[in-house]
Protein backbone atom coordinates (compact mmCIF):
# COMPACT_ATOMS: atom_id res chain seq x y z
CA UNK A 1 0.00 0.00 0.00
CA UNK A 2 1.35 3.15 -0.84
CA UNK A 3 1.52 6.98 0.50
CA UNK A 4 0.31 10.26 -0.58
CA UNK A 5 2.78 13.24 -0.47
CA UNK A 6 1.47 14.70 2.62
CA UNK A 7 1.83 11.08 4.86
CA UNK A 8 5.47 11.17 3.38
CA UNK A 9 6.26 13.95 4.28
CA UNK A 10 4.84 13.84 8.21
CA UNK A 11 6.33 10.24 7.85
CA UNK A 12 9.64 11.62 7.39
CA UNK A 13 9.45 14.36 10.40
CA UNK A 14 8.25 11.57 12.74
CA UNK A 15 11.14 8.87 11.98
CA UNK A 16 8.56 6.22 11.45
CA UNK A 17 8.42 3.87 8.68
CA UNK A 18 4.90 3.38 8.25
CA UNK A 19 1.89 5.84 9.02
CA UNK A 20 -2.11 5.61 8.73
CA UNK A 21 -4.84 8.53 8.99
CA UNK A 22 -6.34 8.76 12.19
CA UNK A 23 -3.11 8.17 13.89
CA UNK A 24 -1.51 10.89 16.75
CA UNK A 25 2.52 11.31 15.68
CA UNK A 26 4.93 13.67 17.14
CA UNK A 27 6.73 15.26 14.23
CA UNK A 28 9.87 17.91 14.56
CA UNK A 29 9.50 20.97 12.53
CA UNK A 30 11.64 22.96 9.86
CA UNK A 31 10.06 26.44 10.36
CA UNK A 32 7.78 27.54 13.59
CA UNK A 33 6.47 30.85 12.79
CA UNK A 34 3.96 33.34 14.01
CA UNK A 35 2.67 37.27 13.79
CA UNK A 36 2.21 40.68 15.79
CA UNK A 37 -1.38 39.02 16.68
CA UNK A 38 -0.33 35.02 17.54
CA UNK A 39 3.63 35.86 18.35
CA UNK A 40 3.00 37.37 21.86
CA UNK A 41 0.67 34.39 23.19
CA UNK A 42 3.31 32.37 22.30
CA UNK A 43 5.94 33.97 23.83
CA UNK A 44 4.19 34.53 27.01
CA UNK A 45 3.53 31.33 27.05
CA UNK A 46 6.76 29.99 26.01
CA UNK A 47 8.16 32.47 29.11
CA UNK A 48 6.19 31.28 31.63
CA UNK A 49 6.95 27.59 30.88
CA UNK A 50 10.27 28.04 32.52
CA UNK A 51 12.15 27.25 29.31
CA UNK A 52 15.18 30.23 28.93
CA UNK A 53 16.19 29.20 24.83
CA UNK A 54 14.17 28.24 22.02
CA UNK A 55 15.43 24.95 20.46
CA UNK A 56 16.99 26.60 17.65
CA UNK A 57 16.68 30.07 16.59
CA UNK A 58 17.22 29.04 12.93
CA UNK A 59 13.84 27.51 12.93
CA UNK A 60 11.89 30.57 14.11
CA UNK A 61 10.45 33.02 11.62
CA UNK A 62 8.72 36.21 13.00
CA UNK A 63 6.85 38.57 10.59
CA UNK A 64 4.83 41.33 12.13
CA UNK A 65 2.25 41.64 9.25
CA UNK A 66 -1.57 42.07 11.08
CA UNK A 67 -1.38 45.82 12.72
CA UNK A 68 1.93 46.68 10.82
CA UNK A 69 3.09 48.74 10.60
CA UNK A 70 1.23 49.09 13.88
CA UNK A 71 -1.85 50.85 13.44
CA UNK A 72 -2.27 52.37 17.59
CA UNK A 73 -0.57 52.08 20.56
CA UNK A 74 -1.68 48.68 21.33
CA UNK A 75 -0.41 46.79 18.28
CA UNK A 76 3.31 49.09 18.52
CA UNK A 77 3.02 47.44 21.91
CA UNK A 78 2.67 43.52 20.29
CA UNK A 79 5.18 44.58 17.34
CA UNK A 80 7.94 45.15 20.31
CA UNK A 81 7.68 41.80 22.00
CA UNK A 82 8.60 40.33 18.46
CA UNK A 83 11.27 42.59 18.04
CA UNK A 84 12.57 42.09 21.51
CA UNK A 85 12.11 38.38 21.82
CA UNK A 86 13.81 38.39 18.46
CA UNK A 87 17.03 40.26 20.00
CA UNK A 88 17.14 38.19 23.22
CA UNK A 89 16.97 34.43 21.52
CA UNK A 90 19.14 35.83 18.28
CA UNK A 91 16.57 35.13 15.99
CA UNK A 92 17.24 36.49 12.25
CA UNK A 93 13.98 35.54 10.61
CA UNK A 94 12.10 38.52 12.35
CA UNK A 95 11.69 40.94 9.64
CA UNK A 96 10.78 44.66 10.27
CA UNK A 97 8.71 46.64 8.37
CA UNK A 98 11.04 47.95 5.76
CA UNK A 99 11.87 44.00 5.16
CA UNK A 100 8.76 42.74 5.53
CA UNK A 101 5.98 41.54 3.81
CA UNK A 102 2.73 39.29 4.51
CA UNK A 103 4.07 36.00 5.66
CA UNK A 104 2.36 33.31 3.28
CA UNK A 105 3.94 35.56 0.70
CA UNK A 106 7.26 36.54 2.52
CA UNK A 107 8.37 32.59 3.34
CA UNK A 108 8.66 30.99 0.21
CA UNK A 109 10.03 34.31 -1.64
CA UNK A 110 13.21 34.18 0.41
CA UNK A 111 13.21 30.33 0.04
CA UNK A 112 12.38 30.33 4.11
CA UNK A 113 9.84 27.28 2.97
CA UNK A 114 10.98 24.77 0.90
CA UNK A 115 9.36 21.32 -0.61
CA UNK A 116 9.49 18.26 1.65
CA UNK A 117 9.83 21.04 5.04
CA UNK A 118 6.98 20.65 7.90
CA UNK A 119 5.96 23.96 8.47
CA UNK A 120 3.49 25.27 11.36
CA UNK A 121 2.34 28.57 11.54
CA UNK A 122 0.63 30.18 14.03
CA UNK A 123 -1.84 31.58 11.50
CA UNK A 124 -4.80 29.75 9.45
CA UNK A 125 -3.40 30.20 5.72
CA UNK A 126 -0.37 28.35 6.71
CA UNK A 127 -1.12 25.67 4.13
CA UNK A 128 0.10 28.42 1.45
CA UNK A 129 3.21 26.50 1.33
CA UNK A 130 1.65 23.85 0.47
CA UNK A 131 2.11 24.84 -3.13
CA UNK A 132 5.60 24.01 -2.95
CA UNK A 133 4.78 20.39 -2.05
CA UNK A 134 5.32 20.88 1.78
CA UNK A 135 3.22 20.00 4.97
CA UNK A 136 2.42 22.76 6.10
CA UNK A 137 -0.28 23.59 8.61
CA UNK A 138 -2.10 25.94 11.23
CA UNK A 139 -1.87 25.84 14.24
CA UNK A 140 -2.71 28.00 17.18
CA UNK A 141 0.25 29.91 19.68
CA UNK A 142 0.31 27.37 22.08
CA UNK A 143 1.21 24.90 19.76
CA UNK A 144 3.88 27.59 18.82
CA UNK A 145 5.14 27.84 22.23
CA UNK A 146 5.32 24.17 22.97
CA UNK A 147 7.66 23.87 18.96
CA UNK A 148 9.55 26.73 20.41
CA UNK A 149 10.94 24.34 23.74
CA UNK A 150 11.40 21.58 21.46
CA UNK A 151 11.19 21.88 18.14
CA UNK A 152 7.73 19.13 17.49
CA UNK A 153 4.16 19.40 17.44
CA UNK A 154 1.25 16.90 17.79
CA UNK A 155 -0.33 15.87 14.67
CA UNK A 156 -3.61 13.79 13.94
CA UNK A 157 -2.26 12.22 10.90
CA UNK A 158 -5.01 13.34 8.03
CA UNK A 159 -6.55 11.21 5.52
CA UNK A 160 -6.01 13.06 1.72
CA UNK A 161 -8.85 13.75 -0.74
CA UNK A 162 -7.61 14.27 -4.48
CA UNK A 163 -8.40 16.70 -6.20
CA UNK A 164 -8.45 16.82 -10.45
CA UNK A 165 -8.58 19.47 -12.64
CA UNK A 166 -8.77 18.37 -16.21
CA UNK A 167 -9.83 20.36 -19.74
CA UNK A 168 -8.00 24.01 -20.26
CA UNK A 169 -8.69 27.25 -18.23
CA UNK A 170 -10.39 30.51 -19.95
CA UNK A 171 -9.04 33.41 -20.38
CA UNK A 172 -8.98 35.45 -17.12
CA UNK A 173 -9.67 32.40 -14.72
CA UNK A 174 -6.84 31.02 -12.81
CA UNK A 175 -5.74 29.63 -9.36
CA UNK A 176 -8.27 31.77 -7.22
CA UNK A 177 -11.07 30.75 -9.58
CA UNK A 178 -10.30 26.91 -9.03
CA UNK A 179 -10.29 26.89 -5.62
CA UNK A 180 -13.58 29.10 -4.91
CA UNK A 181 -15.64 26.44 -7.21
CA UNK A 182 -13.95 23.15 -5.33
CA UNK A 183 -14.77 25.38 -1.97
CA UNK A 184 -18.15 26.55 -3.45
CA UNK A 185 -18.52 22.57 -4.56
CA UNK A 186 -17.71 20.71 -1.37
CA UNK A 187 -18.73 23.10 1.26
CA UNK A 188 -16.63 25.22 4.24
CA UNK A 189 -16.38 22.29 5.98
CA UNK A 190 -16.34 20.06 2.81
CA UNK A 191 -12.48 18.93 4.01
CA UNK A 192 -12.55 18.58 7.89
CA UNK A 193 -9.15 17.80 8.99
CA UNK A 194 -8.52 16.58 5.32
CA UNK A 195 -5.35 17.25 3.01
CA UNK A 196 -6.27 18.29 0.03
CA UNK A 197 -4.24 17.11 -2.91
CA UNK A 198 -4.94 19.59 -6.21
CA UNK A 199 -3.37 17.83 -9.56
CA UNK A 200 -3.83 17.13 -13.63
CA UNK A 201 -3.78 18.52 -16.24
CA UNK A 202 -5.00 22.20 -15.29
CA UNK A 203 -2.79 22.44 -12.32
CA UNK A 204 0.88 21.20 -13.95
CA UNK A 205 0.69 23.91 -16.16
CA UNK A 206 -0.25 26.37 -13.55
CA UNK A 207 2.29 29.08 -12.19
CA UNK A 208 3.29 29.21 -8.72
CA UNK A 209 1.59 32.56 -7.66
CA UNK A 210 -2.02 30.81 -8.73
CA UNK A 211 -0.67 27.70 -6.99
CA UNK A 212 -0.30 29.59 -3.60
CA UNK A 213 -3.68 30.87 -4.34
CA UNK A 214 -5.43 27.38 -4.13
CA UNK A 215 -3.17 25.52 -1.29
CA UNK A 216 -3.51 29.50 0.63
CA UNK A 217 -7.57 28.65 1.04
CA UNK A 218 -7.39 25.13 1.50
CA UNK A 219 -8.27 25.99 5.09
CA UNK A 220 -11.45 27.55 4.14
CA UNK A 221 -12.62 24.00 3.12
CA UNK A 222 -11.51 22.85 6.63
CA UNK A 223 -8.68 21.14 5.53
CA UNK A 224 -5.33 20.95 7.08
CA UNK A 225 -3.12 21.64 3.90
CA UNK A 226 -3.54 21.72 1.08
CA UNK A 227 -0.28 19.85 -1.35
CA UNK A 228 0.41 20.02 -4.93
CA UNK A 229 3.04 17.72 -6.09
CA UNK A 230 6.58 19.35 -7.21
CA UNK A 231 7.68 19.83 -10.86
CA UNK A 232 9.54 21.58 -13.05
CA UNK A 233 7.56 25.12 -12.00
CA UNK A 234 8.36 24.38 -8.44
CA UNK A 235 11.86 23.39 -8.91
CA UNK A 236 12.54 26.20 -10.73
CA UNK A 237 10.80 28.26 -8.12
CA UNK A 238 13.33 26.68 -5.43
CA UNK A 239 16.45 27.07 -7.79
CA UNK A 240 18.43 29.65 -6.22
CA UNK A 241 17.82 29.20 -2.69
CA UNK A 242 20.57 28.46 -0.21
CA UNK A 243 18.66 25.35 1.63
CA UNK A 244 18.40 22.01 -0.42
CA UNK A 245 14.70 21.14 -1.12
CA UNK A 246 13.41 17.78 -0.74
CA UNK A 247 10.50 16.26 -3.28
CA UNK A 248 8.33 13.59 -2.32
CA UNK A 249 5.27 12.28 -4.16
CA UNK A 250 2.70 10.01 -3.75
CA UNK A 251 2.80 6.80 -4.69
CA UNK A 252 0.91 5.71 -7.57
CA UNK A 253 -1.40 3.08 -5.39
CA UNK A 254 -1.44 5.86 -2.52
CA UNK A 255 -5.07 5.82 -0.55
CA UNK A 256 -7.33 8.44 -0.86
CA UNK A 257 -10.27 8.84 1.13
CA UNK A 258 -12.22 10.19 -1.58
CA UNK A 259 -11.49 11.65 -5.18
CA UNK A 260 -12.83 14.46 -7.60
CA UNK A 261 -12.89 14.99 -11.10
CA UNK A 262 -13.36 18.19 -12.98
CA UNK A 263 -13.58 19.46 -15.88
CA UNK A 264 -12.76 23.23 -15.80
CA UNK A 265 -13.01 23.97 -19.66
CA UNK A 266 -16.11 25.94 -19.25
CA UNK A 267 -15.54 26.99 -15.94
CA UNK A 268 -15.99 31.61 -15.74
CA UNK A 269 -14.48 33.29 -12.78
CA UNK A 270 -15.99 33.02 -9.22
CA UNK A 271 -17.38 34.83 -6.71
CA UNK A 272 -17.80 33.87 -3.48
CA UNK A 273 -20.52 36.13 -1.90
CA UNK A 274 -21.17 37.14 1.56
CA UNK A 275 -20.89 35.28 3.79
CA UNK A 276 -18.89 32.13 3.43
CA UNK A 277 -16.49 32.08 1.45
CA UNK A 278 -18.68 28.63 -0.16
CA UNK A 279 -21.36 30.36 -1.20
CA UNK A 280 -20.05 30.77 -4.64
CA UNK A 281 -21.42 31.72 -8.24
CA UNK A 282 -20.17 32.43 -11.64
CA UNK A 283 -19.25 35.88 -11.85
CA UNK A 284 -21.65 36.38 -14.73
CA UNK A 285 -25.21 35.16 -12.74
CA UNK A 286 -24.55 38.40 -10.56
CA UNK A 287 -26.02 41.41 -11.84
CA UNK A 288 -25.92 45.08 -10.79
CA UNK A 289 -24.31 44.42 -7.81
CA UNK A 290 -23.05 47.90 -6.67
CA UNK A 291 -19.26 48.22 -5.14
CA UNK A 292 -18.11 50.28 -2.42
CA UNK A 293 -14.98 49.54 -2.10
CA UNK A 294 -12.09 46.95 -4.09
CA UNK A 295 -8.81 45.53 -2.49
CA UNK A 296 -6.36 44.08 -4.26
CA UNK A 297 -3.83 42.31 -2.34
CA UNK A 298 -3.46 39.94 0.46
CA UNK A 299 -1.96 36.48 1.28
CA UNK A 300 -3.94 34.49 -1.60
CA UNK A 301 -3.64 37.25 -4.59
CA UNK A 302 -1.19 39.98 -3.64
CA UNK A 303 1.88 38.70 -5.92
CA UNK A 304 3.02 40.32 -8.73
CA UNK A 305 1.40 38.41 -11.51
CA UNK A 306 -1.92 39.28 -9.73
CA UNK A 307 -1.20 42.94 -10.04
CA UNK A 308 0.03 42.49 -13.56
CA UNK A 309 -3.33 41.69 -14.23
CA UNK A 310 -5.33 44.23 -12.37
CA UNK A 311 -2.97 46.72 -13.99
CA UNK A 312 -3.50 45.69 -17.55
CA UNK A 313 -7.27 46.17 -17.07
CA UNK A 314 -6.82 49.41 -14.96
CA UNK A 315 -3.88 50.72 -17.41
CA UNK A 316 -5.31 54.04 -18.73
CA UNK A 317 -8.85 53.80 -16.74
CA UNK A 318 -10.48 55.89 -14.08
CA UNK A 319 -12.02 53.52 -11.18
CA UNK A 320 -15.58 54.32 -11.23
CA UNK A 321 -16.92 57.55 -9.36
CA UNK A 322 -17.40 56.86 -5.14
CA UNK A 323 -15.33 53.78 -5.68
CA UNK A 324 -12.27 53.04 -3.41
CA UNK A 325 -9.82 50.93 -5.01
CA UNK A 326 -7.21 49.76 -2.64
CA UNK A 327 -4.19 47.83 -3.98
CA UNK A 328 -1.51 46.50 -1.42
CA UNK A 329 1.23 44.13 -2.77
CA UNK A 330 2.28 41.43 -0.55
CA UNK A 331 5.68 42.20 0.01
CA UNK A 332 8.59 45.02 -0.11
CA UNK A 333 10.02 43.02 -2.97
CA UNK A 334 6.21 42.71 -4.91
CA UNK A 335 6.06 46.58 -4.25
CA UNK A 336 9.44 47.51 -5.69
CA UNK A 337 8.77 45.23 -9.11
CA UNK A 338 5.22 46.96 -9.26
CA UNK A 339 6.95 50.38 -8.88
CA UNK A 340 9.96 49.64 -11.51
CA UNK A 341 7.16 48.02 -13.97
CA UNK A 342 5.08 51.26 -13.68
CA UNK A 343 2.45 49.14 -12.23
CA UNK A 344 1.97 51.18 -9.25
CA UNK A 345 1.60 54.60 -11.48
CA UNK A 346 -1.22 52.75 -13.34
CA UNK A 347 -3.05 52.27 -9.77
CA UNK A 348 -2.77 55.84 -8.72
CA UNK A 349 -3.48 57.13 -12.36
CA UNK A 350 -6.81 55.42 -12.11
CA UNK A 351 -7.70 57.13 -8.82
CA UNK A 352 -6.64 53.54 -6.59
CA UNK A 353 -4.03 53.47 -3.71
CA UNK A 354 -1.23 51.74 -3.49
CA UNK A 355 -0.48 50.77 0.08
CA UNK A 356 2.57 49.09 2.10
CA UNK A 357 2.26 45.49 2.38
CA UNK A 358 0.16 44.62 5.51
CA UNK A 359 -2.84 42.05 6.13
CA UNK A 360 -4.93 45.03 7.23
CA UNK A 361 -7.95 45.18 5.37
CA UNK A 362 -8.31 41.80 4.73
CA UNK A 363 -8.98 41.06 8.52
CA UNK A 364 -10.86 44.07 9.40
CA UNK A 365 -8.05 45.50 10.69
CA UNK A 366 -6.79 48.92 9.60
CA UNK A 367 -6.21 50.36 5.86
CA UNK A 368 -9.51 49.83 4.60
CA UNK A 369 -12.34 49.47 7.13
CA UNK A 370 -16.12 48.72 5.74
CA UNK A 371 -19.21 50.88 7.52
CA UNK A 372 -22.34 50.17 7.87
CA UNK A 373 -24.16 49.40 4.81
CA UNK A 374 -20.94 49.14 2.10
CA UNK A 375 -20.27 46.48 -0.16
CA UNK A 376 -16.64 45.09 -1.19
CA UNK A 377 -14.72 42.55 -3.43
CA UNK A 378 -11.69 41.99 -2.63
CA UNK A 379 -9.08 39.46 -3.92
CA UNK A 380 -8.82 38.08 -0.09
CA UNK A 381 -9.92 34.52 1.35
CA UNK A 382 -12.29 35.06 3.82
CA UNK A 383 -15.76 36.67 3.38
CA UNK A 384 -17.59 36.55 7.16
CA UNK A 385 -20.02 38.18 8.73
CA UNK A 386 -18.07 41.71 9.73
CA UNK A 387 -14.72 40.06 8.26
CA UNK A 388 -13.52 43.65 7.19
CA UNK A 389 -15.59 45.88 9.45
CA UNK A 390 -19.15 46.48 10.47
CA UNK A 391 -21.49 43.18 10.73
CA UNK A 392 -23.51 45.22 8.54
CA UNK A 393 -21.08 45.77 5.62
CA UNK A 394 -20.77 42.70 2.81
CA UNK A 395 -17.90 41.22 1.30
CA UNK A 396 -17.70 39.82 -1.94
CA UNK A 397 -14.25 37.72 -3.04
CA UNK A 398 -12.68 37.15 -6.40
CA UNK A 399 -9.78 36.68 -8.50
CA UNK A 400 -7.76 40.28 -9.44
CA UNK A 401 -9.27 40.30 -13.02
CA UNK A 402 -12.76 40.58 -11.49
CA UNK A 403 -11.45 43.10 -8.72
CA UNK A 404 -9.87 45.53 -10.98
CA UNK A 405 -12.81 44.94 -13.88
CA UNK A 406 -15.24 46.07 -10.90
CA UNK A 407 -13.58 48.65 -9.88
CA UNK A 408 -13.75 50.24 -13.16
CA UNK A 409 -17.09 49.81 -13.61
CA UNK A 410 -18.58 50.21 -10.00
CA UNK A 411 -20.17 47.09 -10.06
CA UNK A 412 -19.10 43.34 -9.91
CA UNK A 413 -18.01 42.69 -13.60
CA UNK A 414 -16.66 39.90 -16.07
CA UNK A 415 -13.56 41.70 -16.82
CA UNK A 416 -14.38 40.59 -20.47
CA UNK A 417 -17.06 42.22 -20.72
CA UNK A 418 -15.12 45.56 -20.44
CA UNK B 1 -14.95 16.45 35.50
CA UNK B 2 -18.55 17.50 35.86
CA UNK B 3 -20.15 20.64 34.44
CA UNK B 4 -23.07 22.17 34.73
CA UNK B 5 -24.98 25.14 33.55
CA UNK B 6 -27.49 27.05 31.20
CA UNK B 7 -27.47 26.34 27.23
CA UNK B 8 -26.77 29.12 24.61
CA UNK B 9 -27.72 27.62 21.38
CA UNK B 10 -25.38 28.85 18.07
CA UNK B 11 -26.01 27.42 14.54
CA UNK B 12 -22.98 25.74 11.77
CA UNK B 13 -19.94 27.46 11.22
CA UNK B 14 -19.34 30.01 13.87
CA UNK B 15 -15.82 31.19 12.94
CA UNK B 16 -13.30 32.93 15.03
CA UNK B 17 -14.26 36.03 13.58
CA UNK B 18 -17.68 35.53 14.60
CA UNK B 19 -15.81 34.33 18.73
CA UNK B 20 -13.62 37.48 18.69
CA UNK B 21 -13.44 40.26 16.07
CA UNK B 22 -10.03 41.07 14.41
CA UNK B 23 -9.77 44.67 15.93
CA UNK B 24 -9.96 42.86 19.20
CA UNK B 25 -6.77 41.41 18.44
CA UNK B 26 -4.54 44.02 19.87
CA UNK B 27 -5.33 41.97 23.67
CA UNK B 28 -4.18 38.79 25.17
CA UNK B 29 -6.38 39.54 28.38
CA UNK B 30 -8.34 36.76 28.70
CA UNK B 31 -11.06 38.95 30.92
CA UNK B 32 -10.91 41.69 28.13
CA UNK B 33 -11.38 39.24 24.82
CA UNK B 34 -13.72 37.57 27.20
CA UNK B 35 -16.15 40.93 27.15
CA UNK B 36 -16.37 40.71 23.46
CA UNK B 37 -16.92 37.19 22.93
CA UNK B 38 -19.90 36.67 19.93
CA UNK B 39 -20.14 40.21 19.74
CA UNK B 40 -20.61 40.63 16.14
CA UNK B 41 -23.46 37.98 16.07
CA UNK B 42 -25.32 38.14 19.18
CA UNK B 43 -24.25 41.59 20.40
CA UNK B 44 -26.20 40.57 24.26
CA UNK B 45 -24.42 37.56 23.86
CA UNK B 46 -21.65 38.39 26.92
CA UNK B 47 -24.89 39.80 29.21
CA UNK B 48 -26.69 36.58 29.05
CA UNK B 49 -23.96 34.42 30.12
CA UNK B 50 -23.82 33.40 33.51
CA UNK B 51 -20.32 31.70 35.16
CA UNK B 52 -20.18 28.12 33.99
CA UNK B 53 -22.86 28.31 31.34
CA UNK B 54 -22.09 26.09 27.89
CA UNK B 55 -22.54 27.11 24.25
CA UNK B 56 -24.17 24.19 22.16
CA UNK B 57 -23.77 24.72 18.51
CA UNK B 58 -23.73 22.91 14.94
CA UNK B 59 -21.09 21.38 12.14
CA UNK B 60 -17.44 23.21 11.88
CA UNK B 61 -17.41 25.14 15.00
CA UNK B 62 -14.77 27.52 15.07
CA UNK B 63 -13.53 27.79 11.95
CA UNK B 64 -11.42 30.48 10.09
CA UNK B 65 -8.41 31.76 11.89
CA UNK B 66 -5.92 30.11 14.29
CA UNK B 67 -6.20 32.80 16.57
CA UNK B 68 -6.12 31.37 20.28
CA UNK B 69 -8.06 34.42 21.75
CA UNK B 70 -11.31 32.61 20.72
CA UNK B 71 -10.92 29.72 22.99
CA UNK B 72 -9.57 32.52 25.57
CA UNK B 73 -12.39 34.62 24.76
CA UNK B 74 -14.99 31.85 25.17
CA UNK B 75 -13.09 31.05 28.46
CA UNK B 76 -13.03 34.98 29.34
CA UNK B 77 -16.83 35.37 29.07
CA UNK B 78 -17.37 32.69 31.52
CA UNK B 79 -18.19 29.71 29.32
CA UNK B 80 -17.49 26.32 30.94
CA UNK B 81 -17.25 24.16 27.81
CA UNK B 82 -18.42 23.82 24.07
CA UNK B 83 -20.98 21.00 22.64
CA UNK B 84 -20.87 21.00 18.75
CA UNK B 85 -22.04 18.46 16.30
CA UNK B 86 -17.84 19.17 14.88
CA UNK B 87 -14.93 21.39 15.67
CA UNK B 88 -13.02 23.08 12.59
CA UNK B 89 -9.52 21.36 13.23
CA UNK B 90 -7.26 25.03 14.51
CA UNK B 91 -10.15 25.28 17.15
CA UNK B 92 -9.87 21.70 18.05
CA UNK B 93 -6.40 21.42 18.64
CA UNK B 94 -6.41 25.50 20.61
CA UNK B 95 -9.41 24.13 22.87
CA UNK B 96 -7.35 20.84 23.92
CA UNK B 97 -4.08 23.16 24.21
CA UNK B 98 -5.30 25.82 26.68
CA UNK B 99 -7.79 23.34 28.69
CA UNK B 100 -11.22 24.71 27.56
CA UNK B 101 -13.42 21.06 27.77
CA UNK B 102 -15.51 20.48 24.81
CA UNK B 103 -17.38 17.18 23.52
CA UNK B 104 -18.64 16.40 19.97
CA UNK B 105 -22.07 15.31 19.91
CA UNK B 106 -24.18 14.31 17.32
CA UNK B 107 -27.61 14.93 19.66
CA UNK B 108 -27.15 19.05 19.45
CA UNK B 109 -30.18 19.26 17.43
CA UNK B 110 -31.92 17.83 20.22
CA UNK B 111 -30.67 20.14 23.15
CA UNK B 112 -32.69 23.69 22.83
CA UNK B 113 -31.32 26.82 23.96
CA UNK B 114 -31.91 28.04 27.83
CA UNK B 115 -31.81 23.93 28.44
CA UNK B 116 -29.91 23.14 31.81
CA UNK B 117 -27.26 20.54 30.91
CA UNK B 118 -24.18 18.25 33.07
CA UNK B 119 -21.24 17.29 31.51
CA UNK B 120 -19.36 14.36 32.65
CA UNK B 121 -15.98 14.78 31.18
CA UNK B 122 -14.71 11.40 32.07
CA UNK B 123 -17.62 9.18 30.65
CA UNK B 124 -18.49 11.57 27.55
CA UNK B 125 -22.55 11.24 29.01
CA UNK B 126 -24.60 14.57 28.24
CA UNK B 127 -27.64 15.08 30.70
CA UNK B 128 -30.11 17.28 29.93
CA UNK B 129 -31.97 18.17 33.04
CA UNK B 130 -34.67 20.51 31.77
CA UNK B 131 -35.67 17.24 29.09
CA UNK B 132 -34.82 14.83 31.54
CA UNK B 133 -33.05 12.99 28.84
CA UNK B 134 -29.08 11.21 28.24
CA UNK B 135 -26.98 11.49 25.17
CA UNK B 136 -23.75 9.25 24.77
CA UNK B 137 -20.50 10.90 23.61
CA UNK B 138 -17.16 9.44 22.46
CA UNK B 139 -14.76 10.09 24.84
CA UNK B 140 -11.47 12.03 23.74
CA UNK B 141 -8.34 9.31 22.43
CA UNK B 142 -6.07 8.14 25.12
CA UNK B 143 -3.00 10.27 23.20
CA UNK B 144 -5.83 14.11 23.74
CA UNK B 145 -6.51 12.57 27.28
CA UNK B 146 -3.03 13.16 28.57
CA UNK B 147 -2.50 16.36 27.01
CA UNK B 148 -5.78 17.90 29.03
CA UNK B 149 -5.41 15.77 32.16
CA UNK B 150 -1.68 17.44 32.13
CA UNK B 151 -3.57 20.42 32.45
CA UNK B 152 -2.60 21.69 28.87
CA UNK B 153 0.48 21.20 25.95
CA UNK B 154 3.01 23.25 27.67
CA UNK B 155 2.52 21.20 31.47
CA UNK B 156 2.34 18.03 29.09
CA UNK B 157 5.70 18.45 27.19
CA UNK B 158 7.06 19.47 30.85
CA UNK B 159 6.39 16.16 32.12
CA UNK B 160 7.44 14.20 29.07
CA UNK B 161 11.26 16.43 28.79
CA UNK B 162 10.93 15.48 33.05
CA UNK B 163 10.60 12.42 32.12
CA UNK B 164 13.17 11.14 29.51
Keep these: MGYTIAEKILMAHCAQDSIKPGEFIEASVDVALANDITAPLAISEFKKSGFLKVFNKNKIVLVPDHFAPAKDLKSANQCKVLANFAKEQGIKNYFEIGAMGIEHALLPEKGIVLPGDLIIGADSHTCTYGALGAYATGMGSTDLARAYIDGKCWLKVPATHKYVYKGKLNKWVGGKDLILYTIGQIGVDGALYKTMEFSGPVIEKLGMDDRFSMSNMAIEAGARSGLIQPDAITKEFVAGFKRKSKFYYSDSDAVYEKTYEWDVTKLEPQVACPHLPSNVKPVSELKNIKVDQVVIGSCTNGRISDLRIAAKLLRGKKVAKGVKLIVFPATQKIYLEAVQEGLAEIFVKAGGVFSTPTCGPCLGGHMGILTDGEVAIATTNRNFLGRMGSPKSFVYLSNPAVAAASAITGKITHPGAL | ?164
Design chain 2, 1 to 164: MVIKGKVHKFSDDINTDDIIAAKYLVSTDTQELGSHCMETISPDFTKKVSPGDIIVAGNNFGCGSSREHAPLAIKGCGISAVIAKSFAAIFFRNAINIGLPFLESIDVDKINDGDLIEIDLSTGIIKNITQDKNYKTQAFPDFLQQIVTSGGLINWVKTCIKSQ
